[in-house]
Structures are given as structure tokens and as C-alpha cells.
């Protein structure tokens, strides 16, 4: 209405149009006023630790339309000139000249907004492995008693569909419902084998709709598509409940292999959660649960086998087998889980023990496994994953990188809620945070301790070996090696001290050493060297939302130019919905399987000494 | 010892061996003994009512191999010419001048030799759908990482066999398998479509086996067979618990569709029972549950449904259809059979919804399917199978003959348990009986109602439309339509007249009636007459062990020279174990489904006629 005042009125005051993307929001703003102005008016909240003073560097945007005001001489010490070629800007400084299209890196949003962005619609074509048939029979009568499967492949054969397959549970389902539904239904059909497979029985006005689920050790998420568009219906996401049984999945491992029902516990813990989840997104979306006639879930190895029921004791001991590393169809039925009466749930191909189905559906969606320049790929977790891809070849590992990054073993760590601190700057001047929420600071998340860690060295307060510079004002002594005075009482949230302690900065130290070690063992293996890198990916919650100068400060990452890097979101559940929506997409997961060599680097000669090398910081 | 004495002695008195087939005994007699003392020496109770005087024609047998004395008049009178030709024989009458072999069929046998021999070794070539391969595996260790799947289908490829389907309840045992076995394991493989299936995983030195049941009404008798030599290694039996629901399957359906689990409970009641008998067998055979890769169940089409979980409402109403006809694959844990963790349950095709793979079971063993001449094949239950083949077309259909051949709903009627009345003998002297084990008689079996109507109606006590001659003076009043008093309370076990009451009378007028009306109604529609068979196949516990001419005599059968009829046991039985040891006799089932005309006698122009006729004795 008013803007509308202002165009027919005389006096028409110029708004630029700021389209914000890939949250989808639009901005009016009047000259004069920056891109974090904007942002802030639209509702989206961009990181800002010096709030808005260009001192942070931390409001990272790219122009992708329309035109802004020239690099600031703060940008241009914030970016290389590559980097300001390619449309790189701070938000706090970039002012409009003209409707602009700004898009936001995931790093740049504050927790909240990145948890509604994460997990894009994928872009591949939709072809799903279940495709609706609909069929209206001729009704039996004592003139005709052919039984009611022979009457339905009958009817199919006169739409030149062959014969097929219907299992026990559809089977269950079908003599009621072509009774209820007046002898019309709406059959989902899977390719299997040479023929069809029936995994449904429906209404012909209801969509079949699919499942895609990544199973994390720490988080799951669930969405719900329609697997004529591909579309994403709704989404929900939930704790693993196998936390309960060890943080890590060696030691759930280890509890499955000291109680007799174990791993069938862990297993049950697992699809009552999923069981809940798939509620949920039933409810959001106003569907039924028969609808959902295929389902594909994605995760490490660990949490493949516990899921689908497959021994474990092997992968908990050298030299750590999977049971099964090739792609798996399992009745939802014979889980537990509440799908249609024949849905099947595809597992795709495993690597290896320590490298699971959730990282091919990472190296899918991202493309990166046929990468022809030197690719690194990586998701960050208690187990961190790796490859390295070039001229059509895999190299992948596995490193144990521990729950730092996800605040565990951390004194004041905390997981990504609101009051954790997610950003630091350590000045002269002193200790700037930003807080999830705003709220005040109640512990660390993992990007808080990385940031804290990066800082506090560049600062001169921490050495290369971790040890803290003792005369710094702000180091107390603590449990035997000091501690860092980030915020005192008076600041946080739990009237503690908010404190990084040298224990802290030892765990981050194994941590990034692993991840970093990995990397070059891989580069080793293929002969390269970091600078060969062309593109470095880094995928998964934690991996998106670090600060990449930060991660390359402290070593973690090699030292490339910043645009080399590309943190794409939790990229394990957008492959797991390409593969839901796309036949082909699993004929690729197949293939990325035969392209890899797994390293272990257990027994890699060269891993220690890179171990050891590159744990300083 | 004694033989030996005897031959090597100089007075060497002649003894001839007797060779009693099918139960494999052998007998020494000397000169002048009759085939009956013969097969009395070597324990073979053979029925002889008249106590071997000639009197009763009831001790059946036929020459094999070797010279028996001429026939008396006793047995001139007794056989046909063609029958004499061919060896037919009373054994109280013929003696053995050699050595000789004599085939005593079953219905000569009493009745617990019978159930020893009921259910023949089927002699199709042993060519089983599941076939062991032996495989050693180079243990996995940190340089060879391959999963457990991997290496299992790498070391089969040596021997070329392609890698196979392996099915979640396998995968959960191999690893462990694998590791305990020291890396030798036999796969039990099943053909699959194109490639195999694992199903089960043993030690190179166990036995693949198989289970075949029949499931009748009130029934179950189960084998467990050697897949390798197609032997049978160990039988049992046992009632069909679902009788607590209901004796007869129309009324376990009402059941099912009263109560909402009824369906599940029923189904439960079975797989109890069946568990209880596998284990029956494997304690008896010293083998393991895990031995048995592959089962065979037939069933009339109900208890199909049941077995498999199939809904039967629809069974229930008219039109009557099955939910499925074609054959089904069912994995044995998704049952909740104790079997090798990946068996499946084959369930051969169903005909109609009356007329089920029990039945086509009993037209492979039989081999009438095939028939050129016209042949009929009957299978006598609570429900009455009966197909006509002739010139390669089967024509089929169903007849409900009620329980009273089960010795339900007859006043006197008990099963074929010791003390049951088996054989009856009618004469102006008195009433002979023959008991099951000799014991005083308490009831009437199937077999023996049906001697007594036959017998009444020979002596003239009842009448054609089935009143008794009120005047005889063994008829006594009895519920204001009299009873024929078979055994006074003096002789009986249990203190009471022994009676056949005018409602028994007109329960198996009924009976046998549905029975007569079926074989017309087939002969109706393929444009023959009764005297057109060539062959009259009976089929079935009661139809193997009752006497032809009683049943001739009241006119369940046409009247055939009794050398046109055979009685063929528990042929379903058979047919269920050929199809277990012979993926070929799978797919002539499928034939036999293929030639069926299935003719529904409900909505049949010529049927209520026919029925009318038939009633009469």
C-alpha cells in the first residue's frame, strides 16, 4: 500500500528491490541504506560481531544481479581481487545503486536462518524408481472368479504393463481396497528387476510421495517429496536417540557387543525416532502414510547396520569389515516402519567400514566424485570423511576427528542452540562474541571454539603447540594447564566464567590434525600437493557454517585462496532425495563406488609423521 | 541263525520269503501258510473282518513277483476276470509256492500300518530350486578391506557363479558365520529370477533339507526330506489347531471376519503347530532348523490364506474369490517359521477359491493332469476337490460334503482312533465289526459309517431315500426317525448302544450325494458318461482307506469295475515333496493351473437335478 502511495504519488521516493537468495526474501530499500539494512528489514539475520562496523569481515555476500556501490577500502582488504571479481562484498558496506539479487552463503547466516535454508531442492531429473498405475476392473461375480491378482495383471496387460510382483504385505491390502474403492485403485509400481514390483495400493487420487532421510550420529532429518515434481513437501528433524547408548558410534558399537538384544535396541531406537519423524512430516503435509511408497535413508556404516538390523561386532574390531557394502532394498515393513504396505527402503552403497553411504550421497549431490581438477570433499563429524577426486579417480578415508566440532569434550562447549556462542573476535581492545539468538553467552558451539581457538593464536595468546602464553591478562590458571577468560560471570548467561581451557585447545588440536592429516595422506597417495587443489568442499551442518579463515588460520584446512572453498549445507540429504527421485542417481552412487580406493591410514606409512605435523596449530 | 541251520542242515525243510511292499517287511513261511499268515509272522496287520474265513473279501492284495496257488472259489467269486489277470488276490487264500512279492494296498492295511505307509517316496529326478556351493574366503585383514558381501561374491565368482541376492535375515548371520567357520562356509543358494539367492549359510558338512506339509482342514502332516537325494528322512502329524475355530473353513472364516485379529490369530495357531512339528522332525532326523533351506505347504484355499496372511473376507461371501491363485514365494521369517534364516515357503498356485494347491498337488503326484483317457481325480474332505481330465483339458470343481466322513456330525462318529469301528459286515447271522487295534468298539470312523450305510442298504434295512425298515429288529426308536442298533451296550467300550441313526443315515445321503453330483456335473460339461472313465483316482486319508464297493454300493461312486479305480493315499502330501525336490514339478503346477476350466456348481443349470438324484442310496 504504501509503496504503492509513493510510485502514483508525485514525490516518488526511489526503493531498490533486494532480492535475498536462497532464502527467497525481498527487501525495499531507499538509497543510502547497506545490504545488511536490507537484510535486517527482510527478516534475515546476517552474522555481524562488530554490528555492522566492517571490523568483522564476517557479512560475506555475493552480488549475483543488479549493481552496488564500489568496494569500500575495508572490502578491499576483506577479499582478493579474484574474490571481488567474482562479486564478493560485505553487507555492511555494499549499498545499492539499482534492484539487486544478493546471494548469502550459508556461513554468513546466523544459526537460525541457516536451519531453514539447509538441504536445497536438488536439480536432477525426476525419474522415481515407483510410478503410478491406475486400473479400474471389471468386479467378479459367480461368472467370473478369477482371483483378484489374476484380474488385476489382466488389466494391466491391457495397458501393456507386464505381470507384477506383489508381495505378502500389498497382497494383505488389496482384496479390501479394490472392494472399498469400487474396483479402481492407483497401484505404485517399482522397477524390479525385469518386472515391476507392486509396492502400493491406492487411491487414484492420492500422489505417491517418497521418503529421504540422513541419519547423522548426533541429528537426523527427514523429508518428505513428491515424487511426481521431486518437489520437498515439508521437512523435520530430530536428535538420533542412539546418543542415549555413546556419542560416538564405536561405543554404541561397543554396548550392542555387551548386551545380548543390543543391536537389535539400538535398531528399535532408531525407527521408533524415524516412526516419529515420518508423523510429522504426515501431519505438516496433510498426506497418509500409504502414500509413501519409497524411501531412501542415508548414513555412516555404523548407523547403515544398526538400521538395517546387519551385525556390527566386525566393524567394532580390526580390521573394522563392513557386513555389506553394496546398495540394499529393504522392506519398510519388515523394519517396522510406517510406509506403504510394500515400500522398500534403498541403503546405497557403503564404502567401508569407516566410510558410509552418507558420504556417496554427499559426493553425488555435490558432483565431486567426477571432478576431472583435483577435488577434496569432506564432512566434518565425530568421524570425518574424505576424498580426493581427479581424472575420473577416487581416493577416500576416514579419520576420527572426535565431537569437538560439536561441543562435546569441550569444558563450556554446547551444541547450536540459542546462547552459544558462534563467532569470536579477540582484539587488543578485548573479547567481541555473537551469540545464536542474541541471548547471552552460555557455552561454545563447535564454530565458537574454532573461532575462539583461530583467534586466540592470532593473537599471540595460544603457540604453535597449544600452550598458552601465560603473562596474557586474561589467562587464569586452571586444572594444570590455564584457561582463557572469554566472558566473565558478570557477561554469561550461567554466572560462570565463560572459559577455553588448554584442554580445549588440545582437543581441537587432535581434531583438526586428523582432518587436516587425512587430507594430505590422500594428496600423498595421489601425488599432489595441497596448492593442486582446485575445489575443496566442505559439507555437513558443522563443515558449512565454520569460518573458513578461521579453519585455514589454525591449519585444519590448507592454506587456498577463500573462493577455492565451497560449504554446500548438508549435502548427504539432498543426494539421499536425488536418489529418492532418481533412478539414475543410484545408477551413479553405483558407479562412484567402483571409481574409489579407500586408504587407511591406520596402516598408511606416512600418516603419523603428517599426524604429528599437523596437529600444531 | 535258524535260516541259515535249515539250509545248511540235511533236512532242509523249503521255506519261501515273502516280500510285503510298500512296508518293505519280509516274511519266511513254510509250505501251505497263507499270504495273510505270511504278513501276520512278519507284523503287517492286513484287515480281515471275516477273521480270514474268505467270508469278508476285505484282505485285498496283488502279486508281484513269484507263484501262488491257483485261485479258489472263494476269490473266483470275489474278482473279475481282468482283475485275477492282473494278480489280484485274497490273502487268506493264496499261498506261496516260491519265493514271492506281493503289493498290499492301503486299504487293506488296518489302520495304524497305514499311517505308517501313507504318503509314498515320490520318484521325479531330484532337482531341487536350492543347491549348495562350498566356498573358502582368504580371511579379511588392513590391507583387504572388502566387506563380508564382497569377498563371499569375489571367491563365488571363481567358481562362476554370479553374485547372488542376499536377503536381510542372511546378512545378519553371515558375518558371524564367516568368523566362527574360519572362513569356509556352505551357501545354500536358490534360484532366483536371473541370479541366485542366499538363503541360508552352514558348515560345509551339514545337509541342505527341506520341509513339504499338507495342511488339510483338520489335519497337518509334515516331511522333512534330504534336498540332495530327494529322501525323506523323518514324517509327523498332527491336528490342525485351528479346529478350535471353527471344524470346517467357512466357519474359521466367519471367526476371522467376527473378531480383529481373527485373521492373525488363526495364522498364528498354524505357524505354532508347524514350528512344533519342524521340531518334532529335527530331534528325530539329529539335524538343526538351520538345515532347512526350503519348504512346500499346500492347503485348500483357505488355509492358504490363512498360512500366508491373506485377507478371506472375500473368500467367505459370494462370489468366493481367493485373494491369489498364482504361486508365492514367502520368506519363512516374515512367517515366523524356525527354518534357515533366508528359506522361503513355496505356495504352489490355487485354483479357485474352493479349490486350492492341495489339490493340484494331488493332480501332479497322481499324474492325472495329463491324463489322455478320461480320468478323474477326488480328493474326500469336509470340501471335495474333483477334476475330470481328458485329451489334456482338466475341467474342475468344488462340493461341500460336510464333515460327517470325518465321523462329525454322525451320531456314533469318532476319528480313526483306536477303538473305531473301520469295517461292518451286515449278515442275517448278526453284525460283524472290525475296531482300529482290535479294542471294543466305541464309535464309527469314516471308513466304517460308510461300510454300515452300504451294508443297511444291501441287507434291505434302509430304503433308497434313506428311511429304515421299521420292522427289522435291530431297529430300535430313536428321535422320531429311528436307529440301527450296531452293537448293544454289552459289547461297546464305553457302556452305550453303539447306533446308526436315521439323521446319520441322511448325513452321508448328503454327503455322498455332493460327492456323486460334482463327478456328474464334470462328466456333464466334457460330454462324457460315468462309463466313459477310465480312471477313478481317489485321493485323500478317508478316500484311500474306504472300501470301494460300500462306496459304489450306496452310490458315491458310479459303478466301475474296481479295476479303474486307484487309491492313492495322502497323494497331496507327495505332490508337495516332489515339488520341493523338483524346480520342473513347479513348473508343470503352473501347467496344471493353465489347462483347468474351473465350473462353479452353485450357478450350474444341470447341478440341482443331479444333487437330487444323487441323494439317493
Known sequence: ??????????????????????????????????????????????VAVCGGAGACGKCRVRRVDGELTPPTPVELRAFSALELAAGHRLACQARPLSDVKIDIPPASLSTPQRLQVEGQESE?????????????????????????????????????????????????DLS??????????????????????????????????????????????????????????????????????GEDVVS??????????????????????????????????????????????VGNTAIHHFFAGLPVRQLGESPYIAAVTEPLDICACHLGLKLASGAKVYLPPNIAGYVGADHVAMLLATDAWRAQKPTVALDIGTNTEISLAVDGQLFSCSCASG???????????????????????????????????????????????LDAVAELRAAGIVQRTGRFQPDHPRIISWDGGGAFLLAPAADTG??????????????????????????EVLLLEAGLTAQDIDTFIVAGAFGTYLDLESAIHIGMFPSLPL???????????????????????????????????????????????VYMDAMYL
Chains 1, 2 share one sequence.
Open 1 to 46: 500500500m504504501e509503496n504503492q502511495q509513493h510510485l502514483s504519488g508525485r514525490h516518488v521516493e526511489i526503493q531498490h528491490k533486494v532480492d535475498l537468495e536462497p532464502v527467497g526474501r525481498r527487501a525495499l530499500v531507499e538509497p543510502g541504506m547497506t545490504l545488511l539494512d536490507a537484510a535486517r528489514r527482510a527478516g534475515v539475520e546476517i
Open 124 to 172: 536432477v531429473a525426476v525419474d522415481p524408481v515407483v510410478q503410478p498405475v491406475d486400473v479400474t476392473l471389471v468386479p467378479a461375480n459367480l461368472h467370473d472368479l478369477r482371483s483378484d491378482t489374476v484380474r488385476l495383471t489382466d488389466a494391466l496387460a491391457e495397458q501393456a504393463i507386464p505381470r507384477p510382483f506383489f508381495d505378502q504385505p500389498v497382497l494383505r
Open 176 to 245: 479390501a481396497k479394490l472392494r472399498e474403492q469400487d474396483w479402481s485403485v492407483r497401484l505404485a509400481l517399482r522397477r524390479h528387476n525385469h518386472r515391476g514390483e507392486a509396492v502400493g495400493v491406492l487411491h487414484p487420487e492420492q500422489a505417491l510421495l517418497g521418503l529421504a532421510v540422513d541419519v547423522g550420529t548426533t541429528k537426523m532429518a527427514a523429508y518428505l517429496l513428491d515424487l511426481a515434481s521431486g518437489h520437498t513437501l515439508a521437512k523435520a528433524g530430530l536428535m538420533n536417540p542412539q546418543i542415549a547408548y
Open 252 to 297: 554404541r558399537i561397543a554396548h550392542a557387543n555387551r548386551h545380548s538384544d543390543g543391536r537389535h535396541l539400538l535398531q528399535a531406537r532408531l525407527i521408533e525416532s524415524l516412526n516419529d519423524l515420518i508423523d510429522q512430516l504426515c501431519r505438516e503435509a496433510g498426506v497418509i502414510h500409504a502414500q509413501i511408497v519409497e524411501a531412501v535413508v
Open 403 to 449: 565431537p569437538a566440532f560439536e561441543g562435546a569434550h569441550i569444558h563450556a562447549g554446547m551444541r547450536a542452540a540459542p546462547g552459544a556462542v558462534e563467532y569470536v573476535q579477540i582484539r587488543d581492545d578485548g573479547v567481541r562474541l555473537q551469540t545464536i539468538g542474541g541471548k547471552p553467552p552460555v557455552g561454545l558451539c563447535g564454530s565458537g571454539i
Open 494 to 519: 550461567n554466572n560462570h566464567d565463560l572459559l577455553v581451557t588448554r584442554r580445549d585447545v588440545n582437543e581441537i588440536q587432535l581434531a583438526k590434525g586428523a582432518i587436516r592429516a587425512g587430507v
Open 563 to 609: 573462493e577455492r572453498f565451497k560449504q554446500v549445507g548438508n549435502a548427504a540429504g539432498t543426494g539421499a532425495r536425488q536418489m529418492l527421485i532418481s533412478a539414475e542417481q543410484r545408477r551413479l552412487a553405483a558407479q562412484i563406488i567402483e571409481r574409489v580406493r579407500y586408504v587407511e591410514l591406520t596402516v598408511h606409512p606416512g600418516f603419523t609423521t
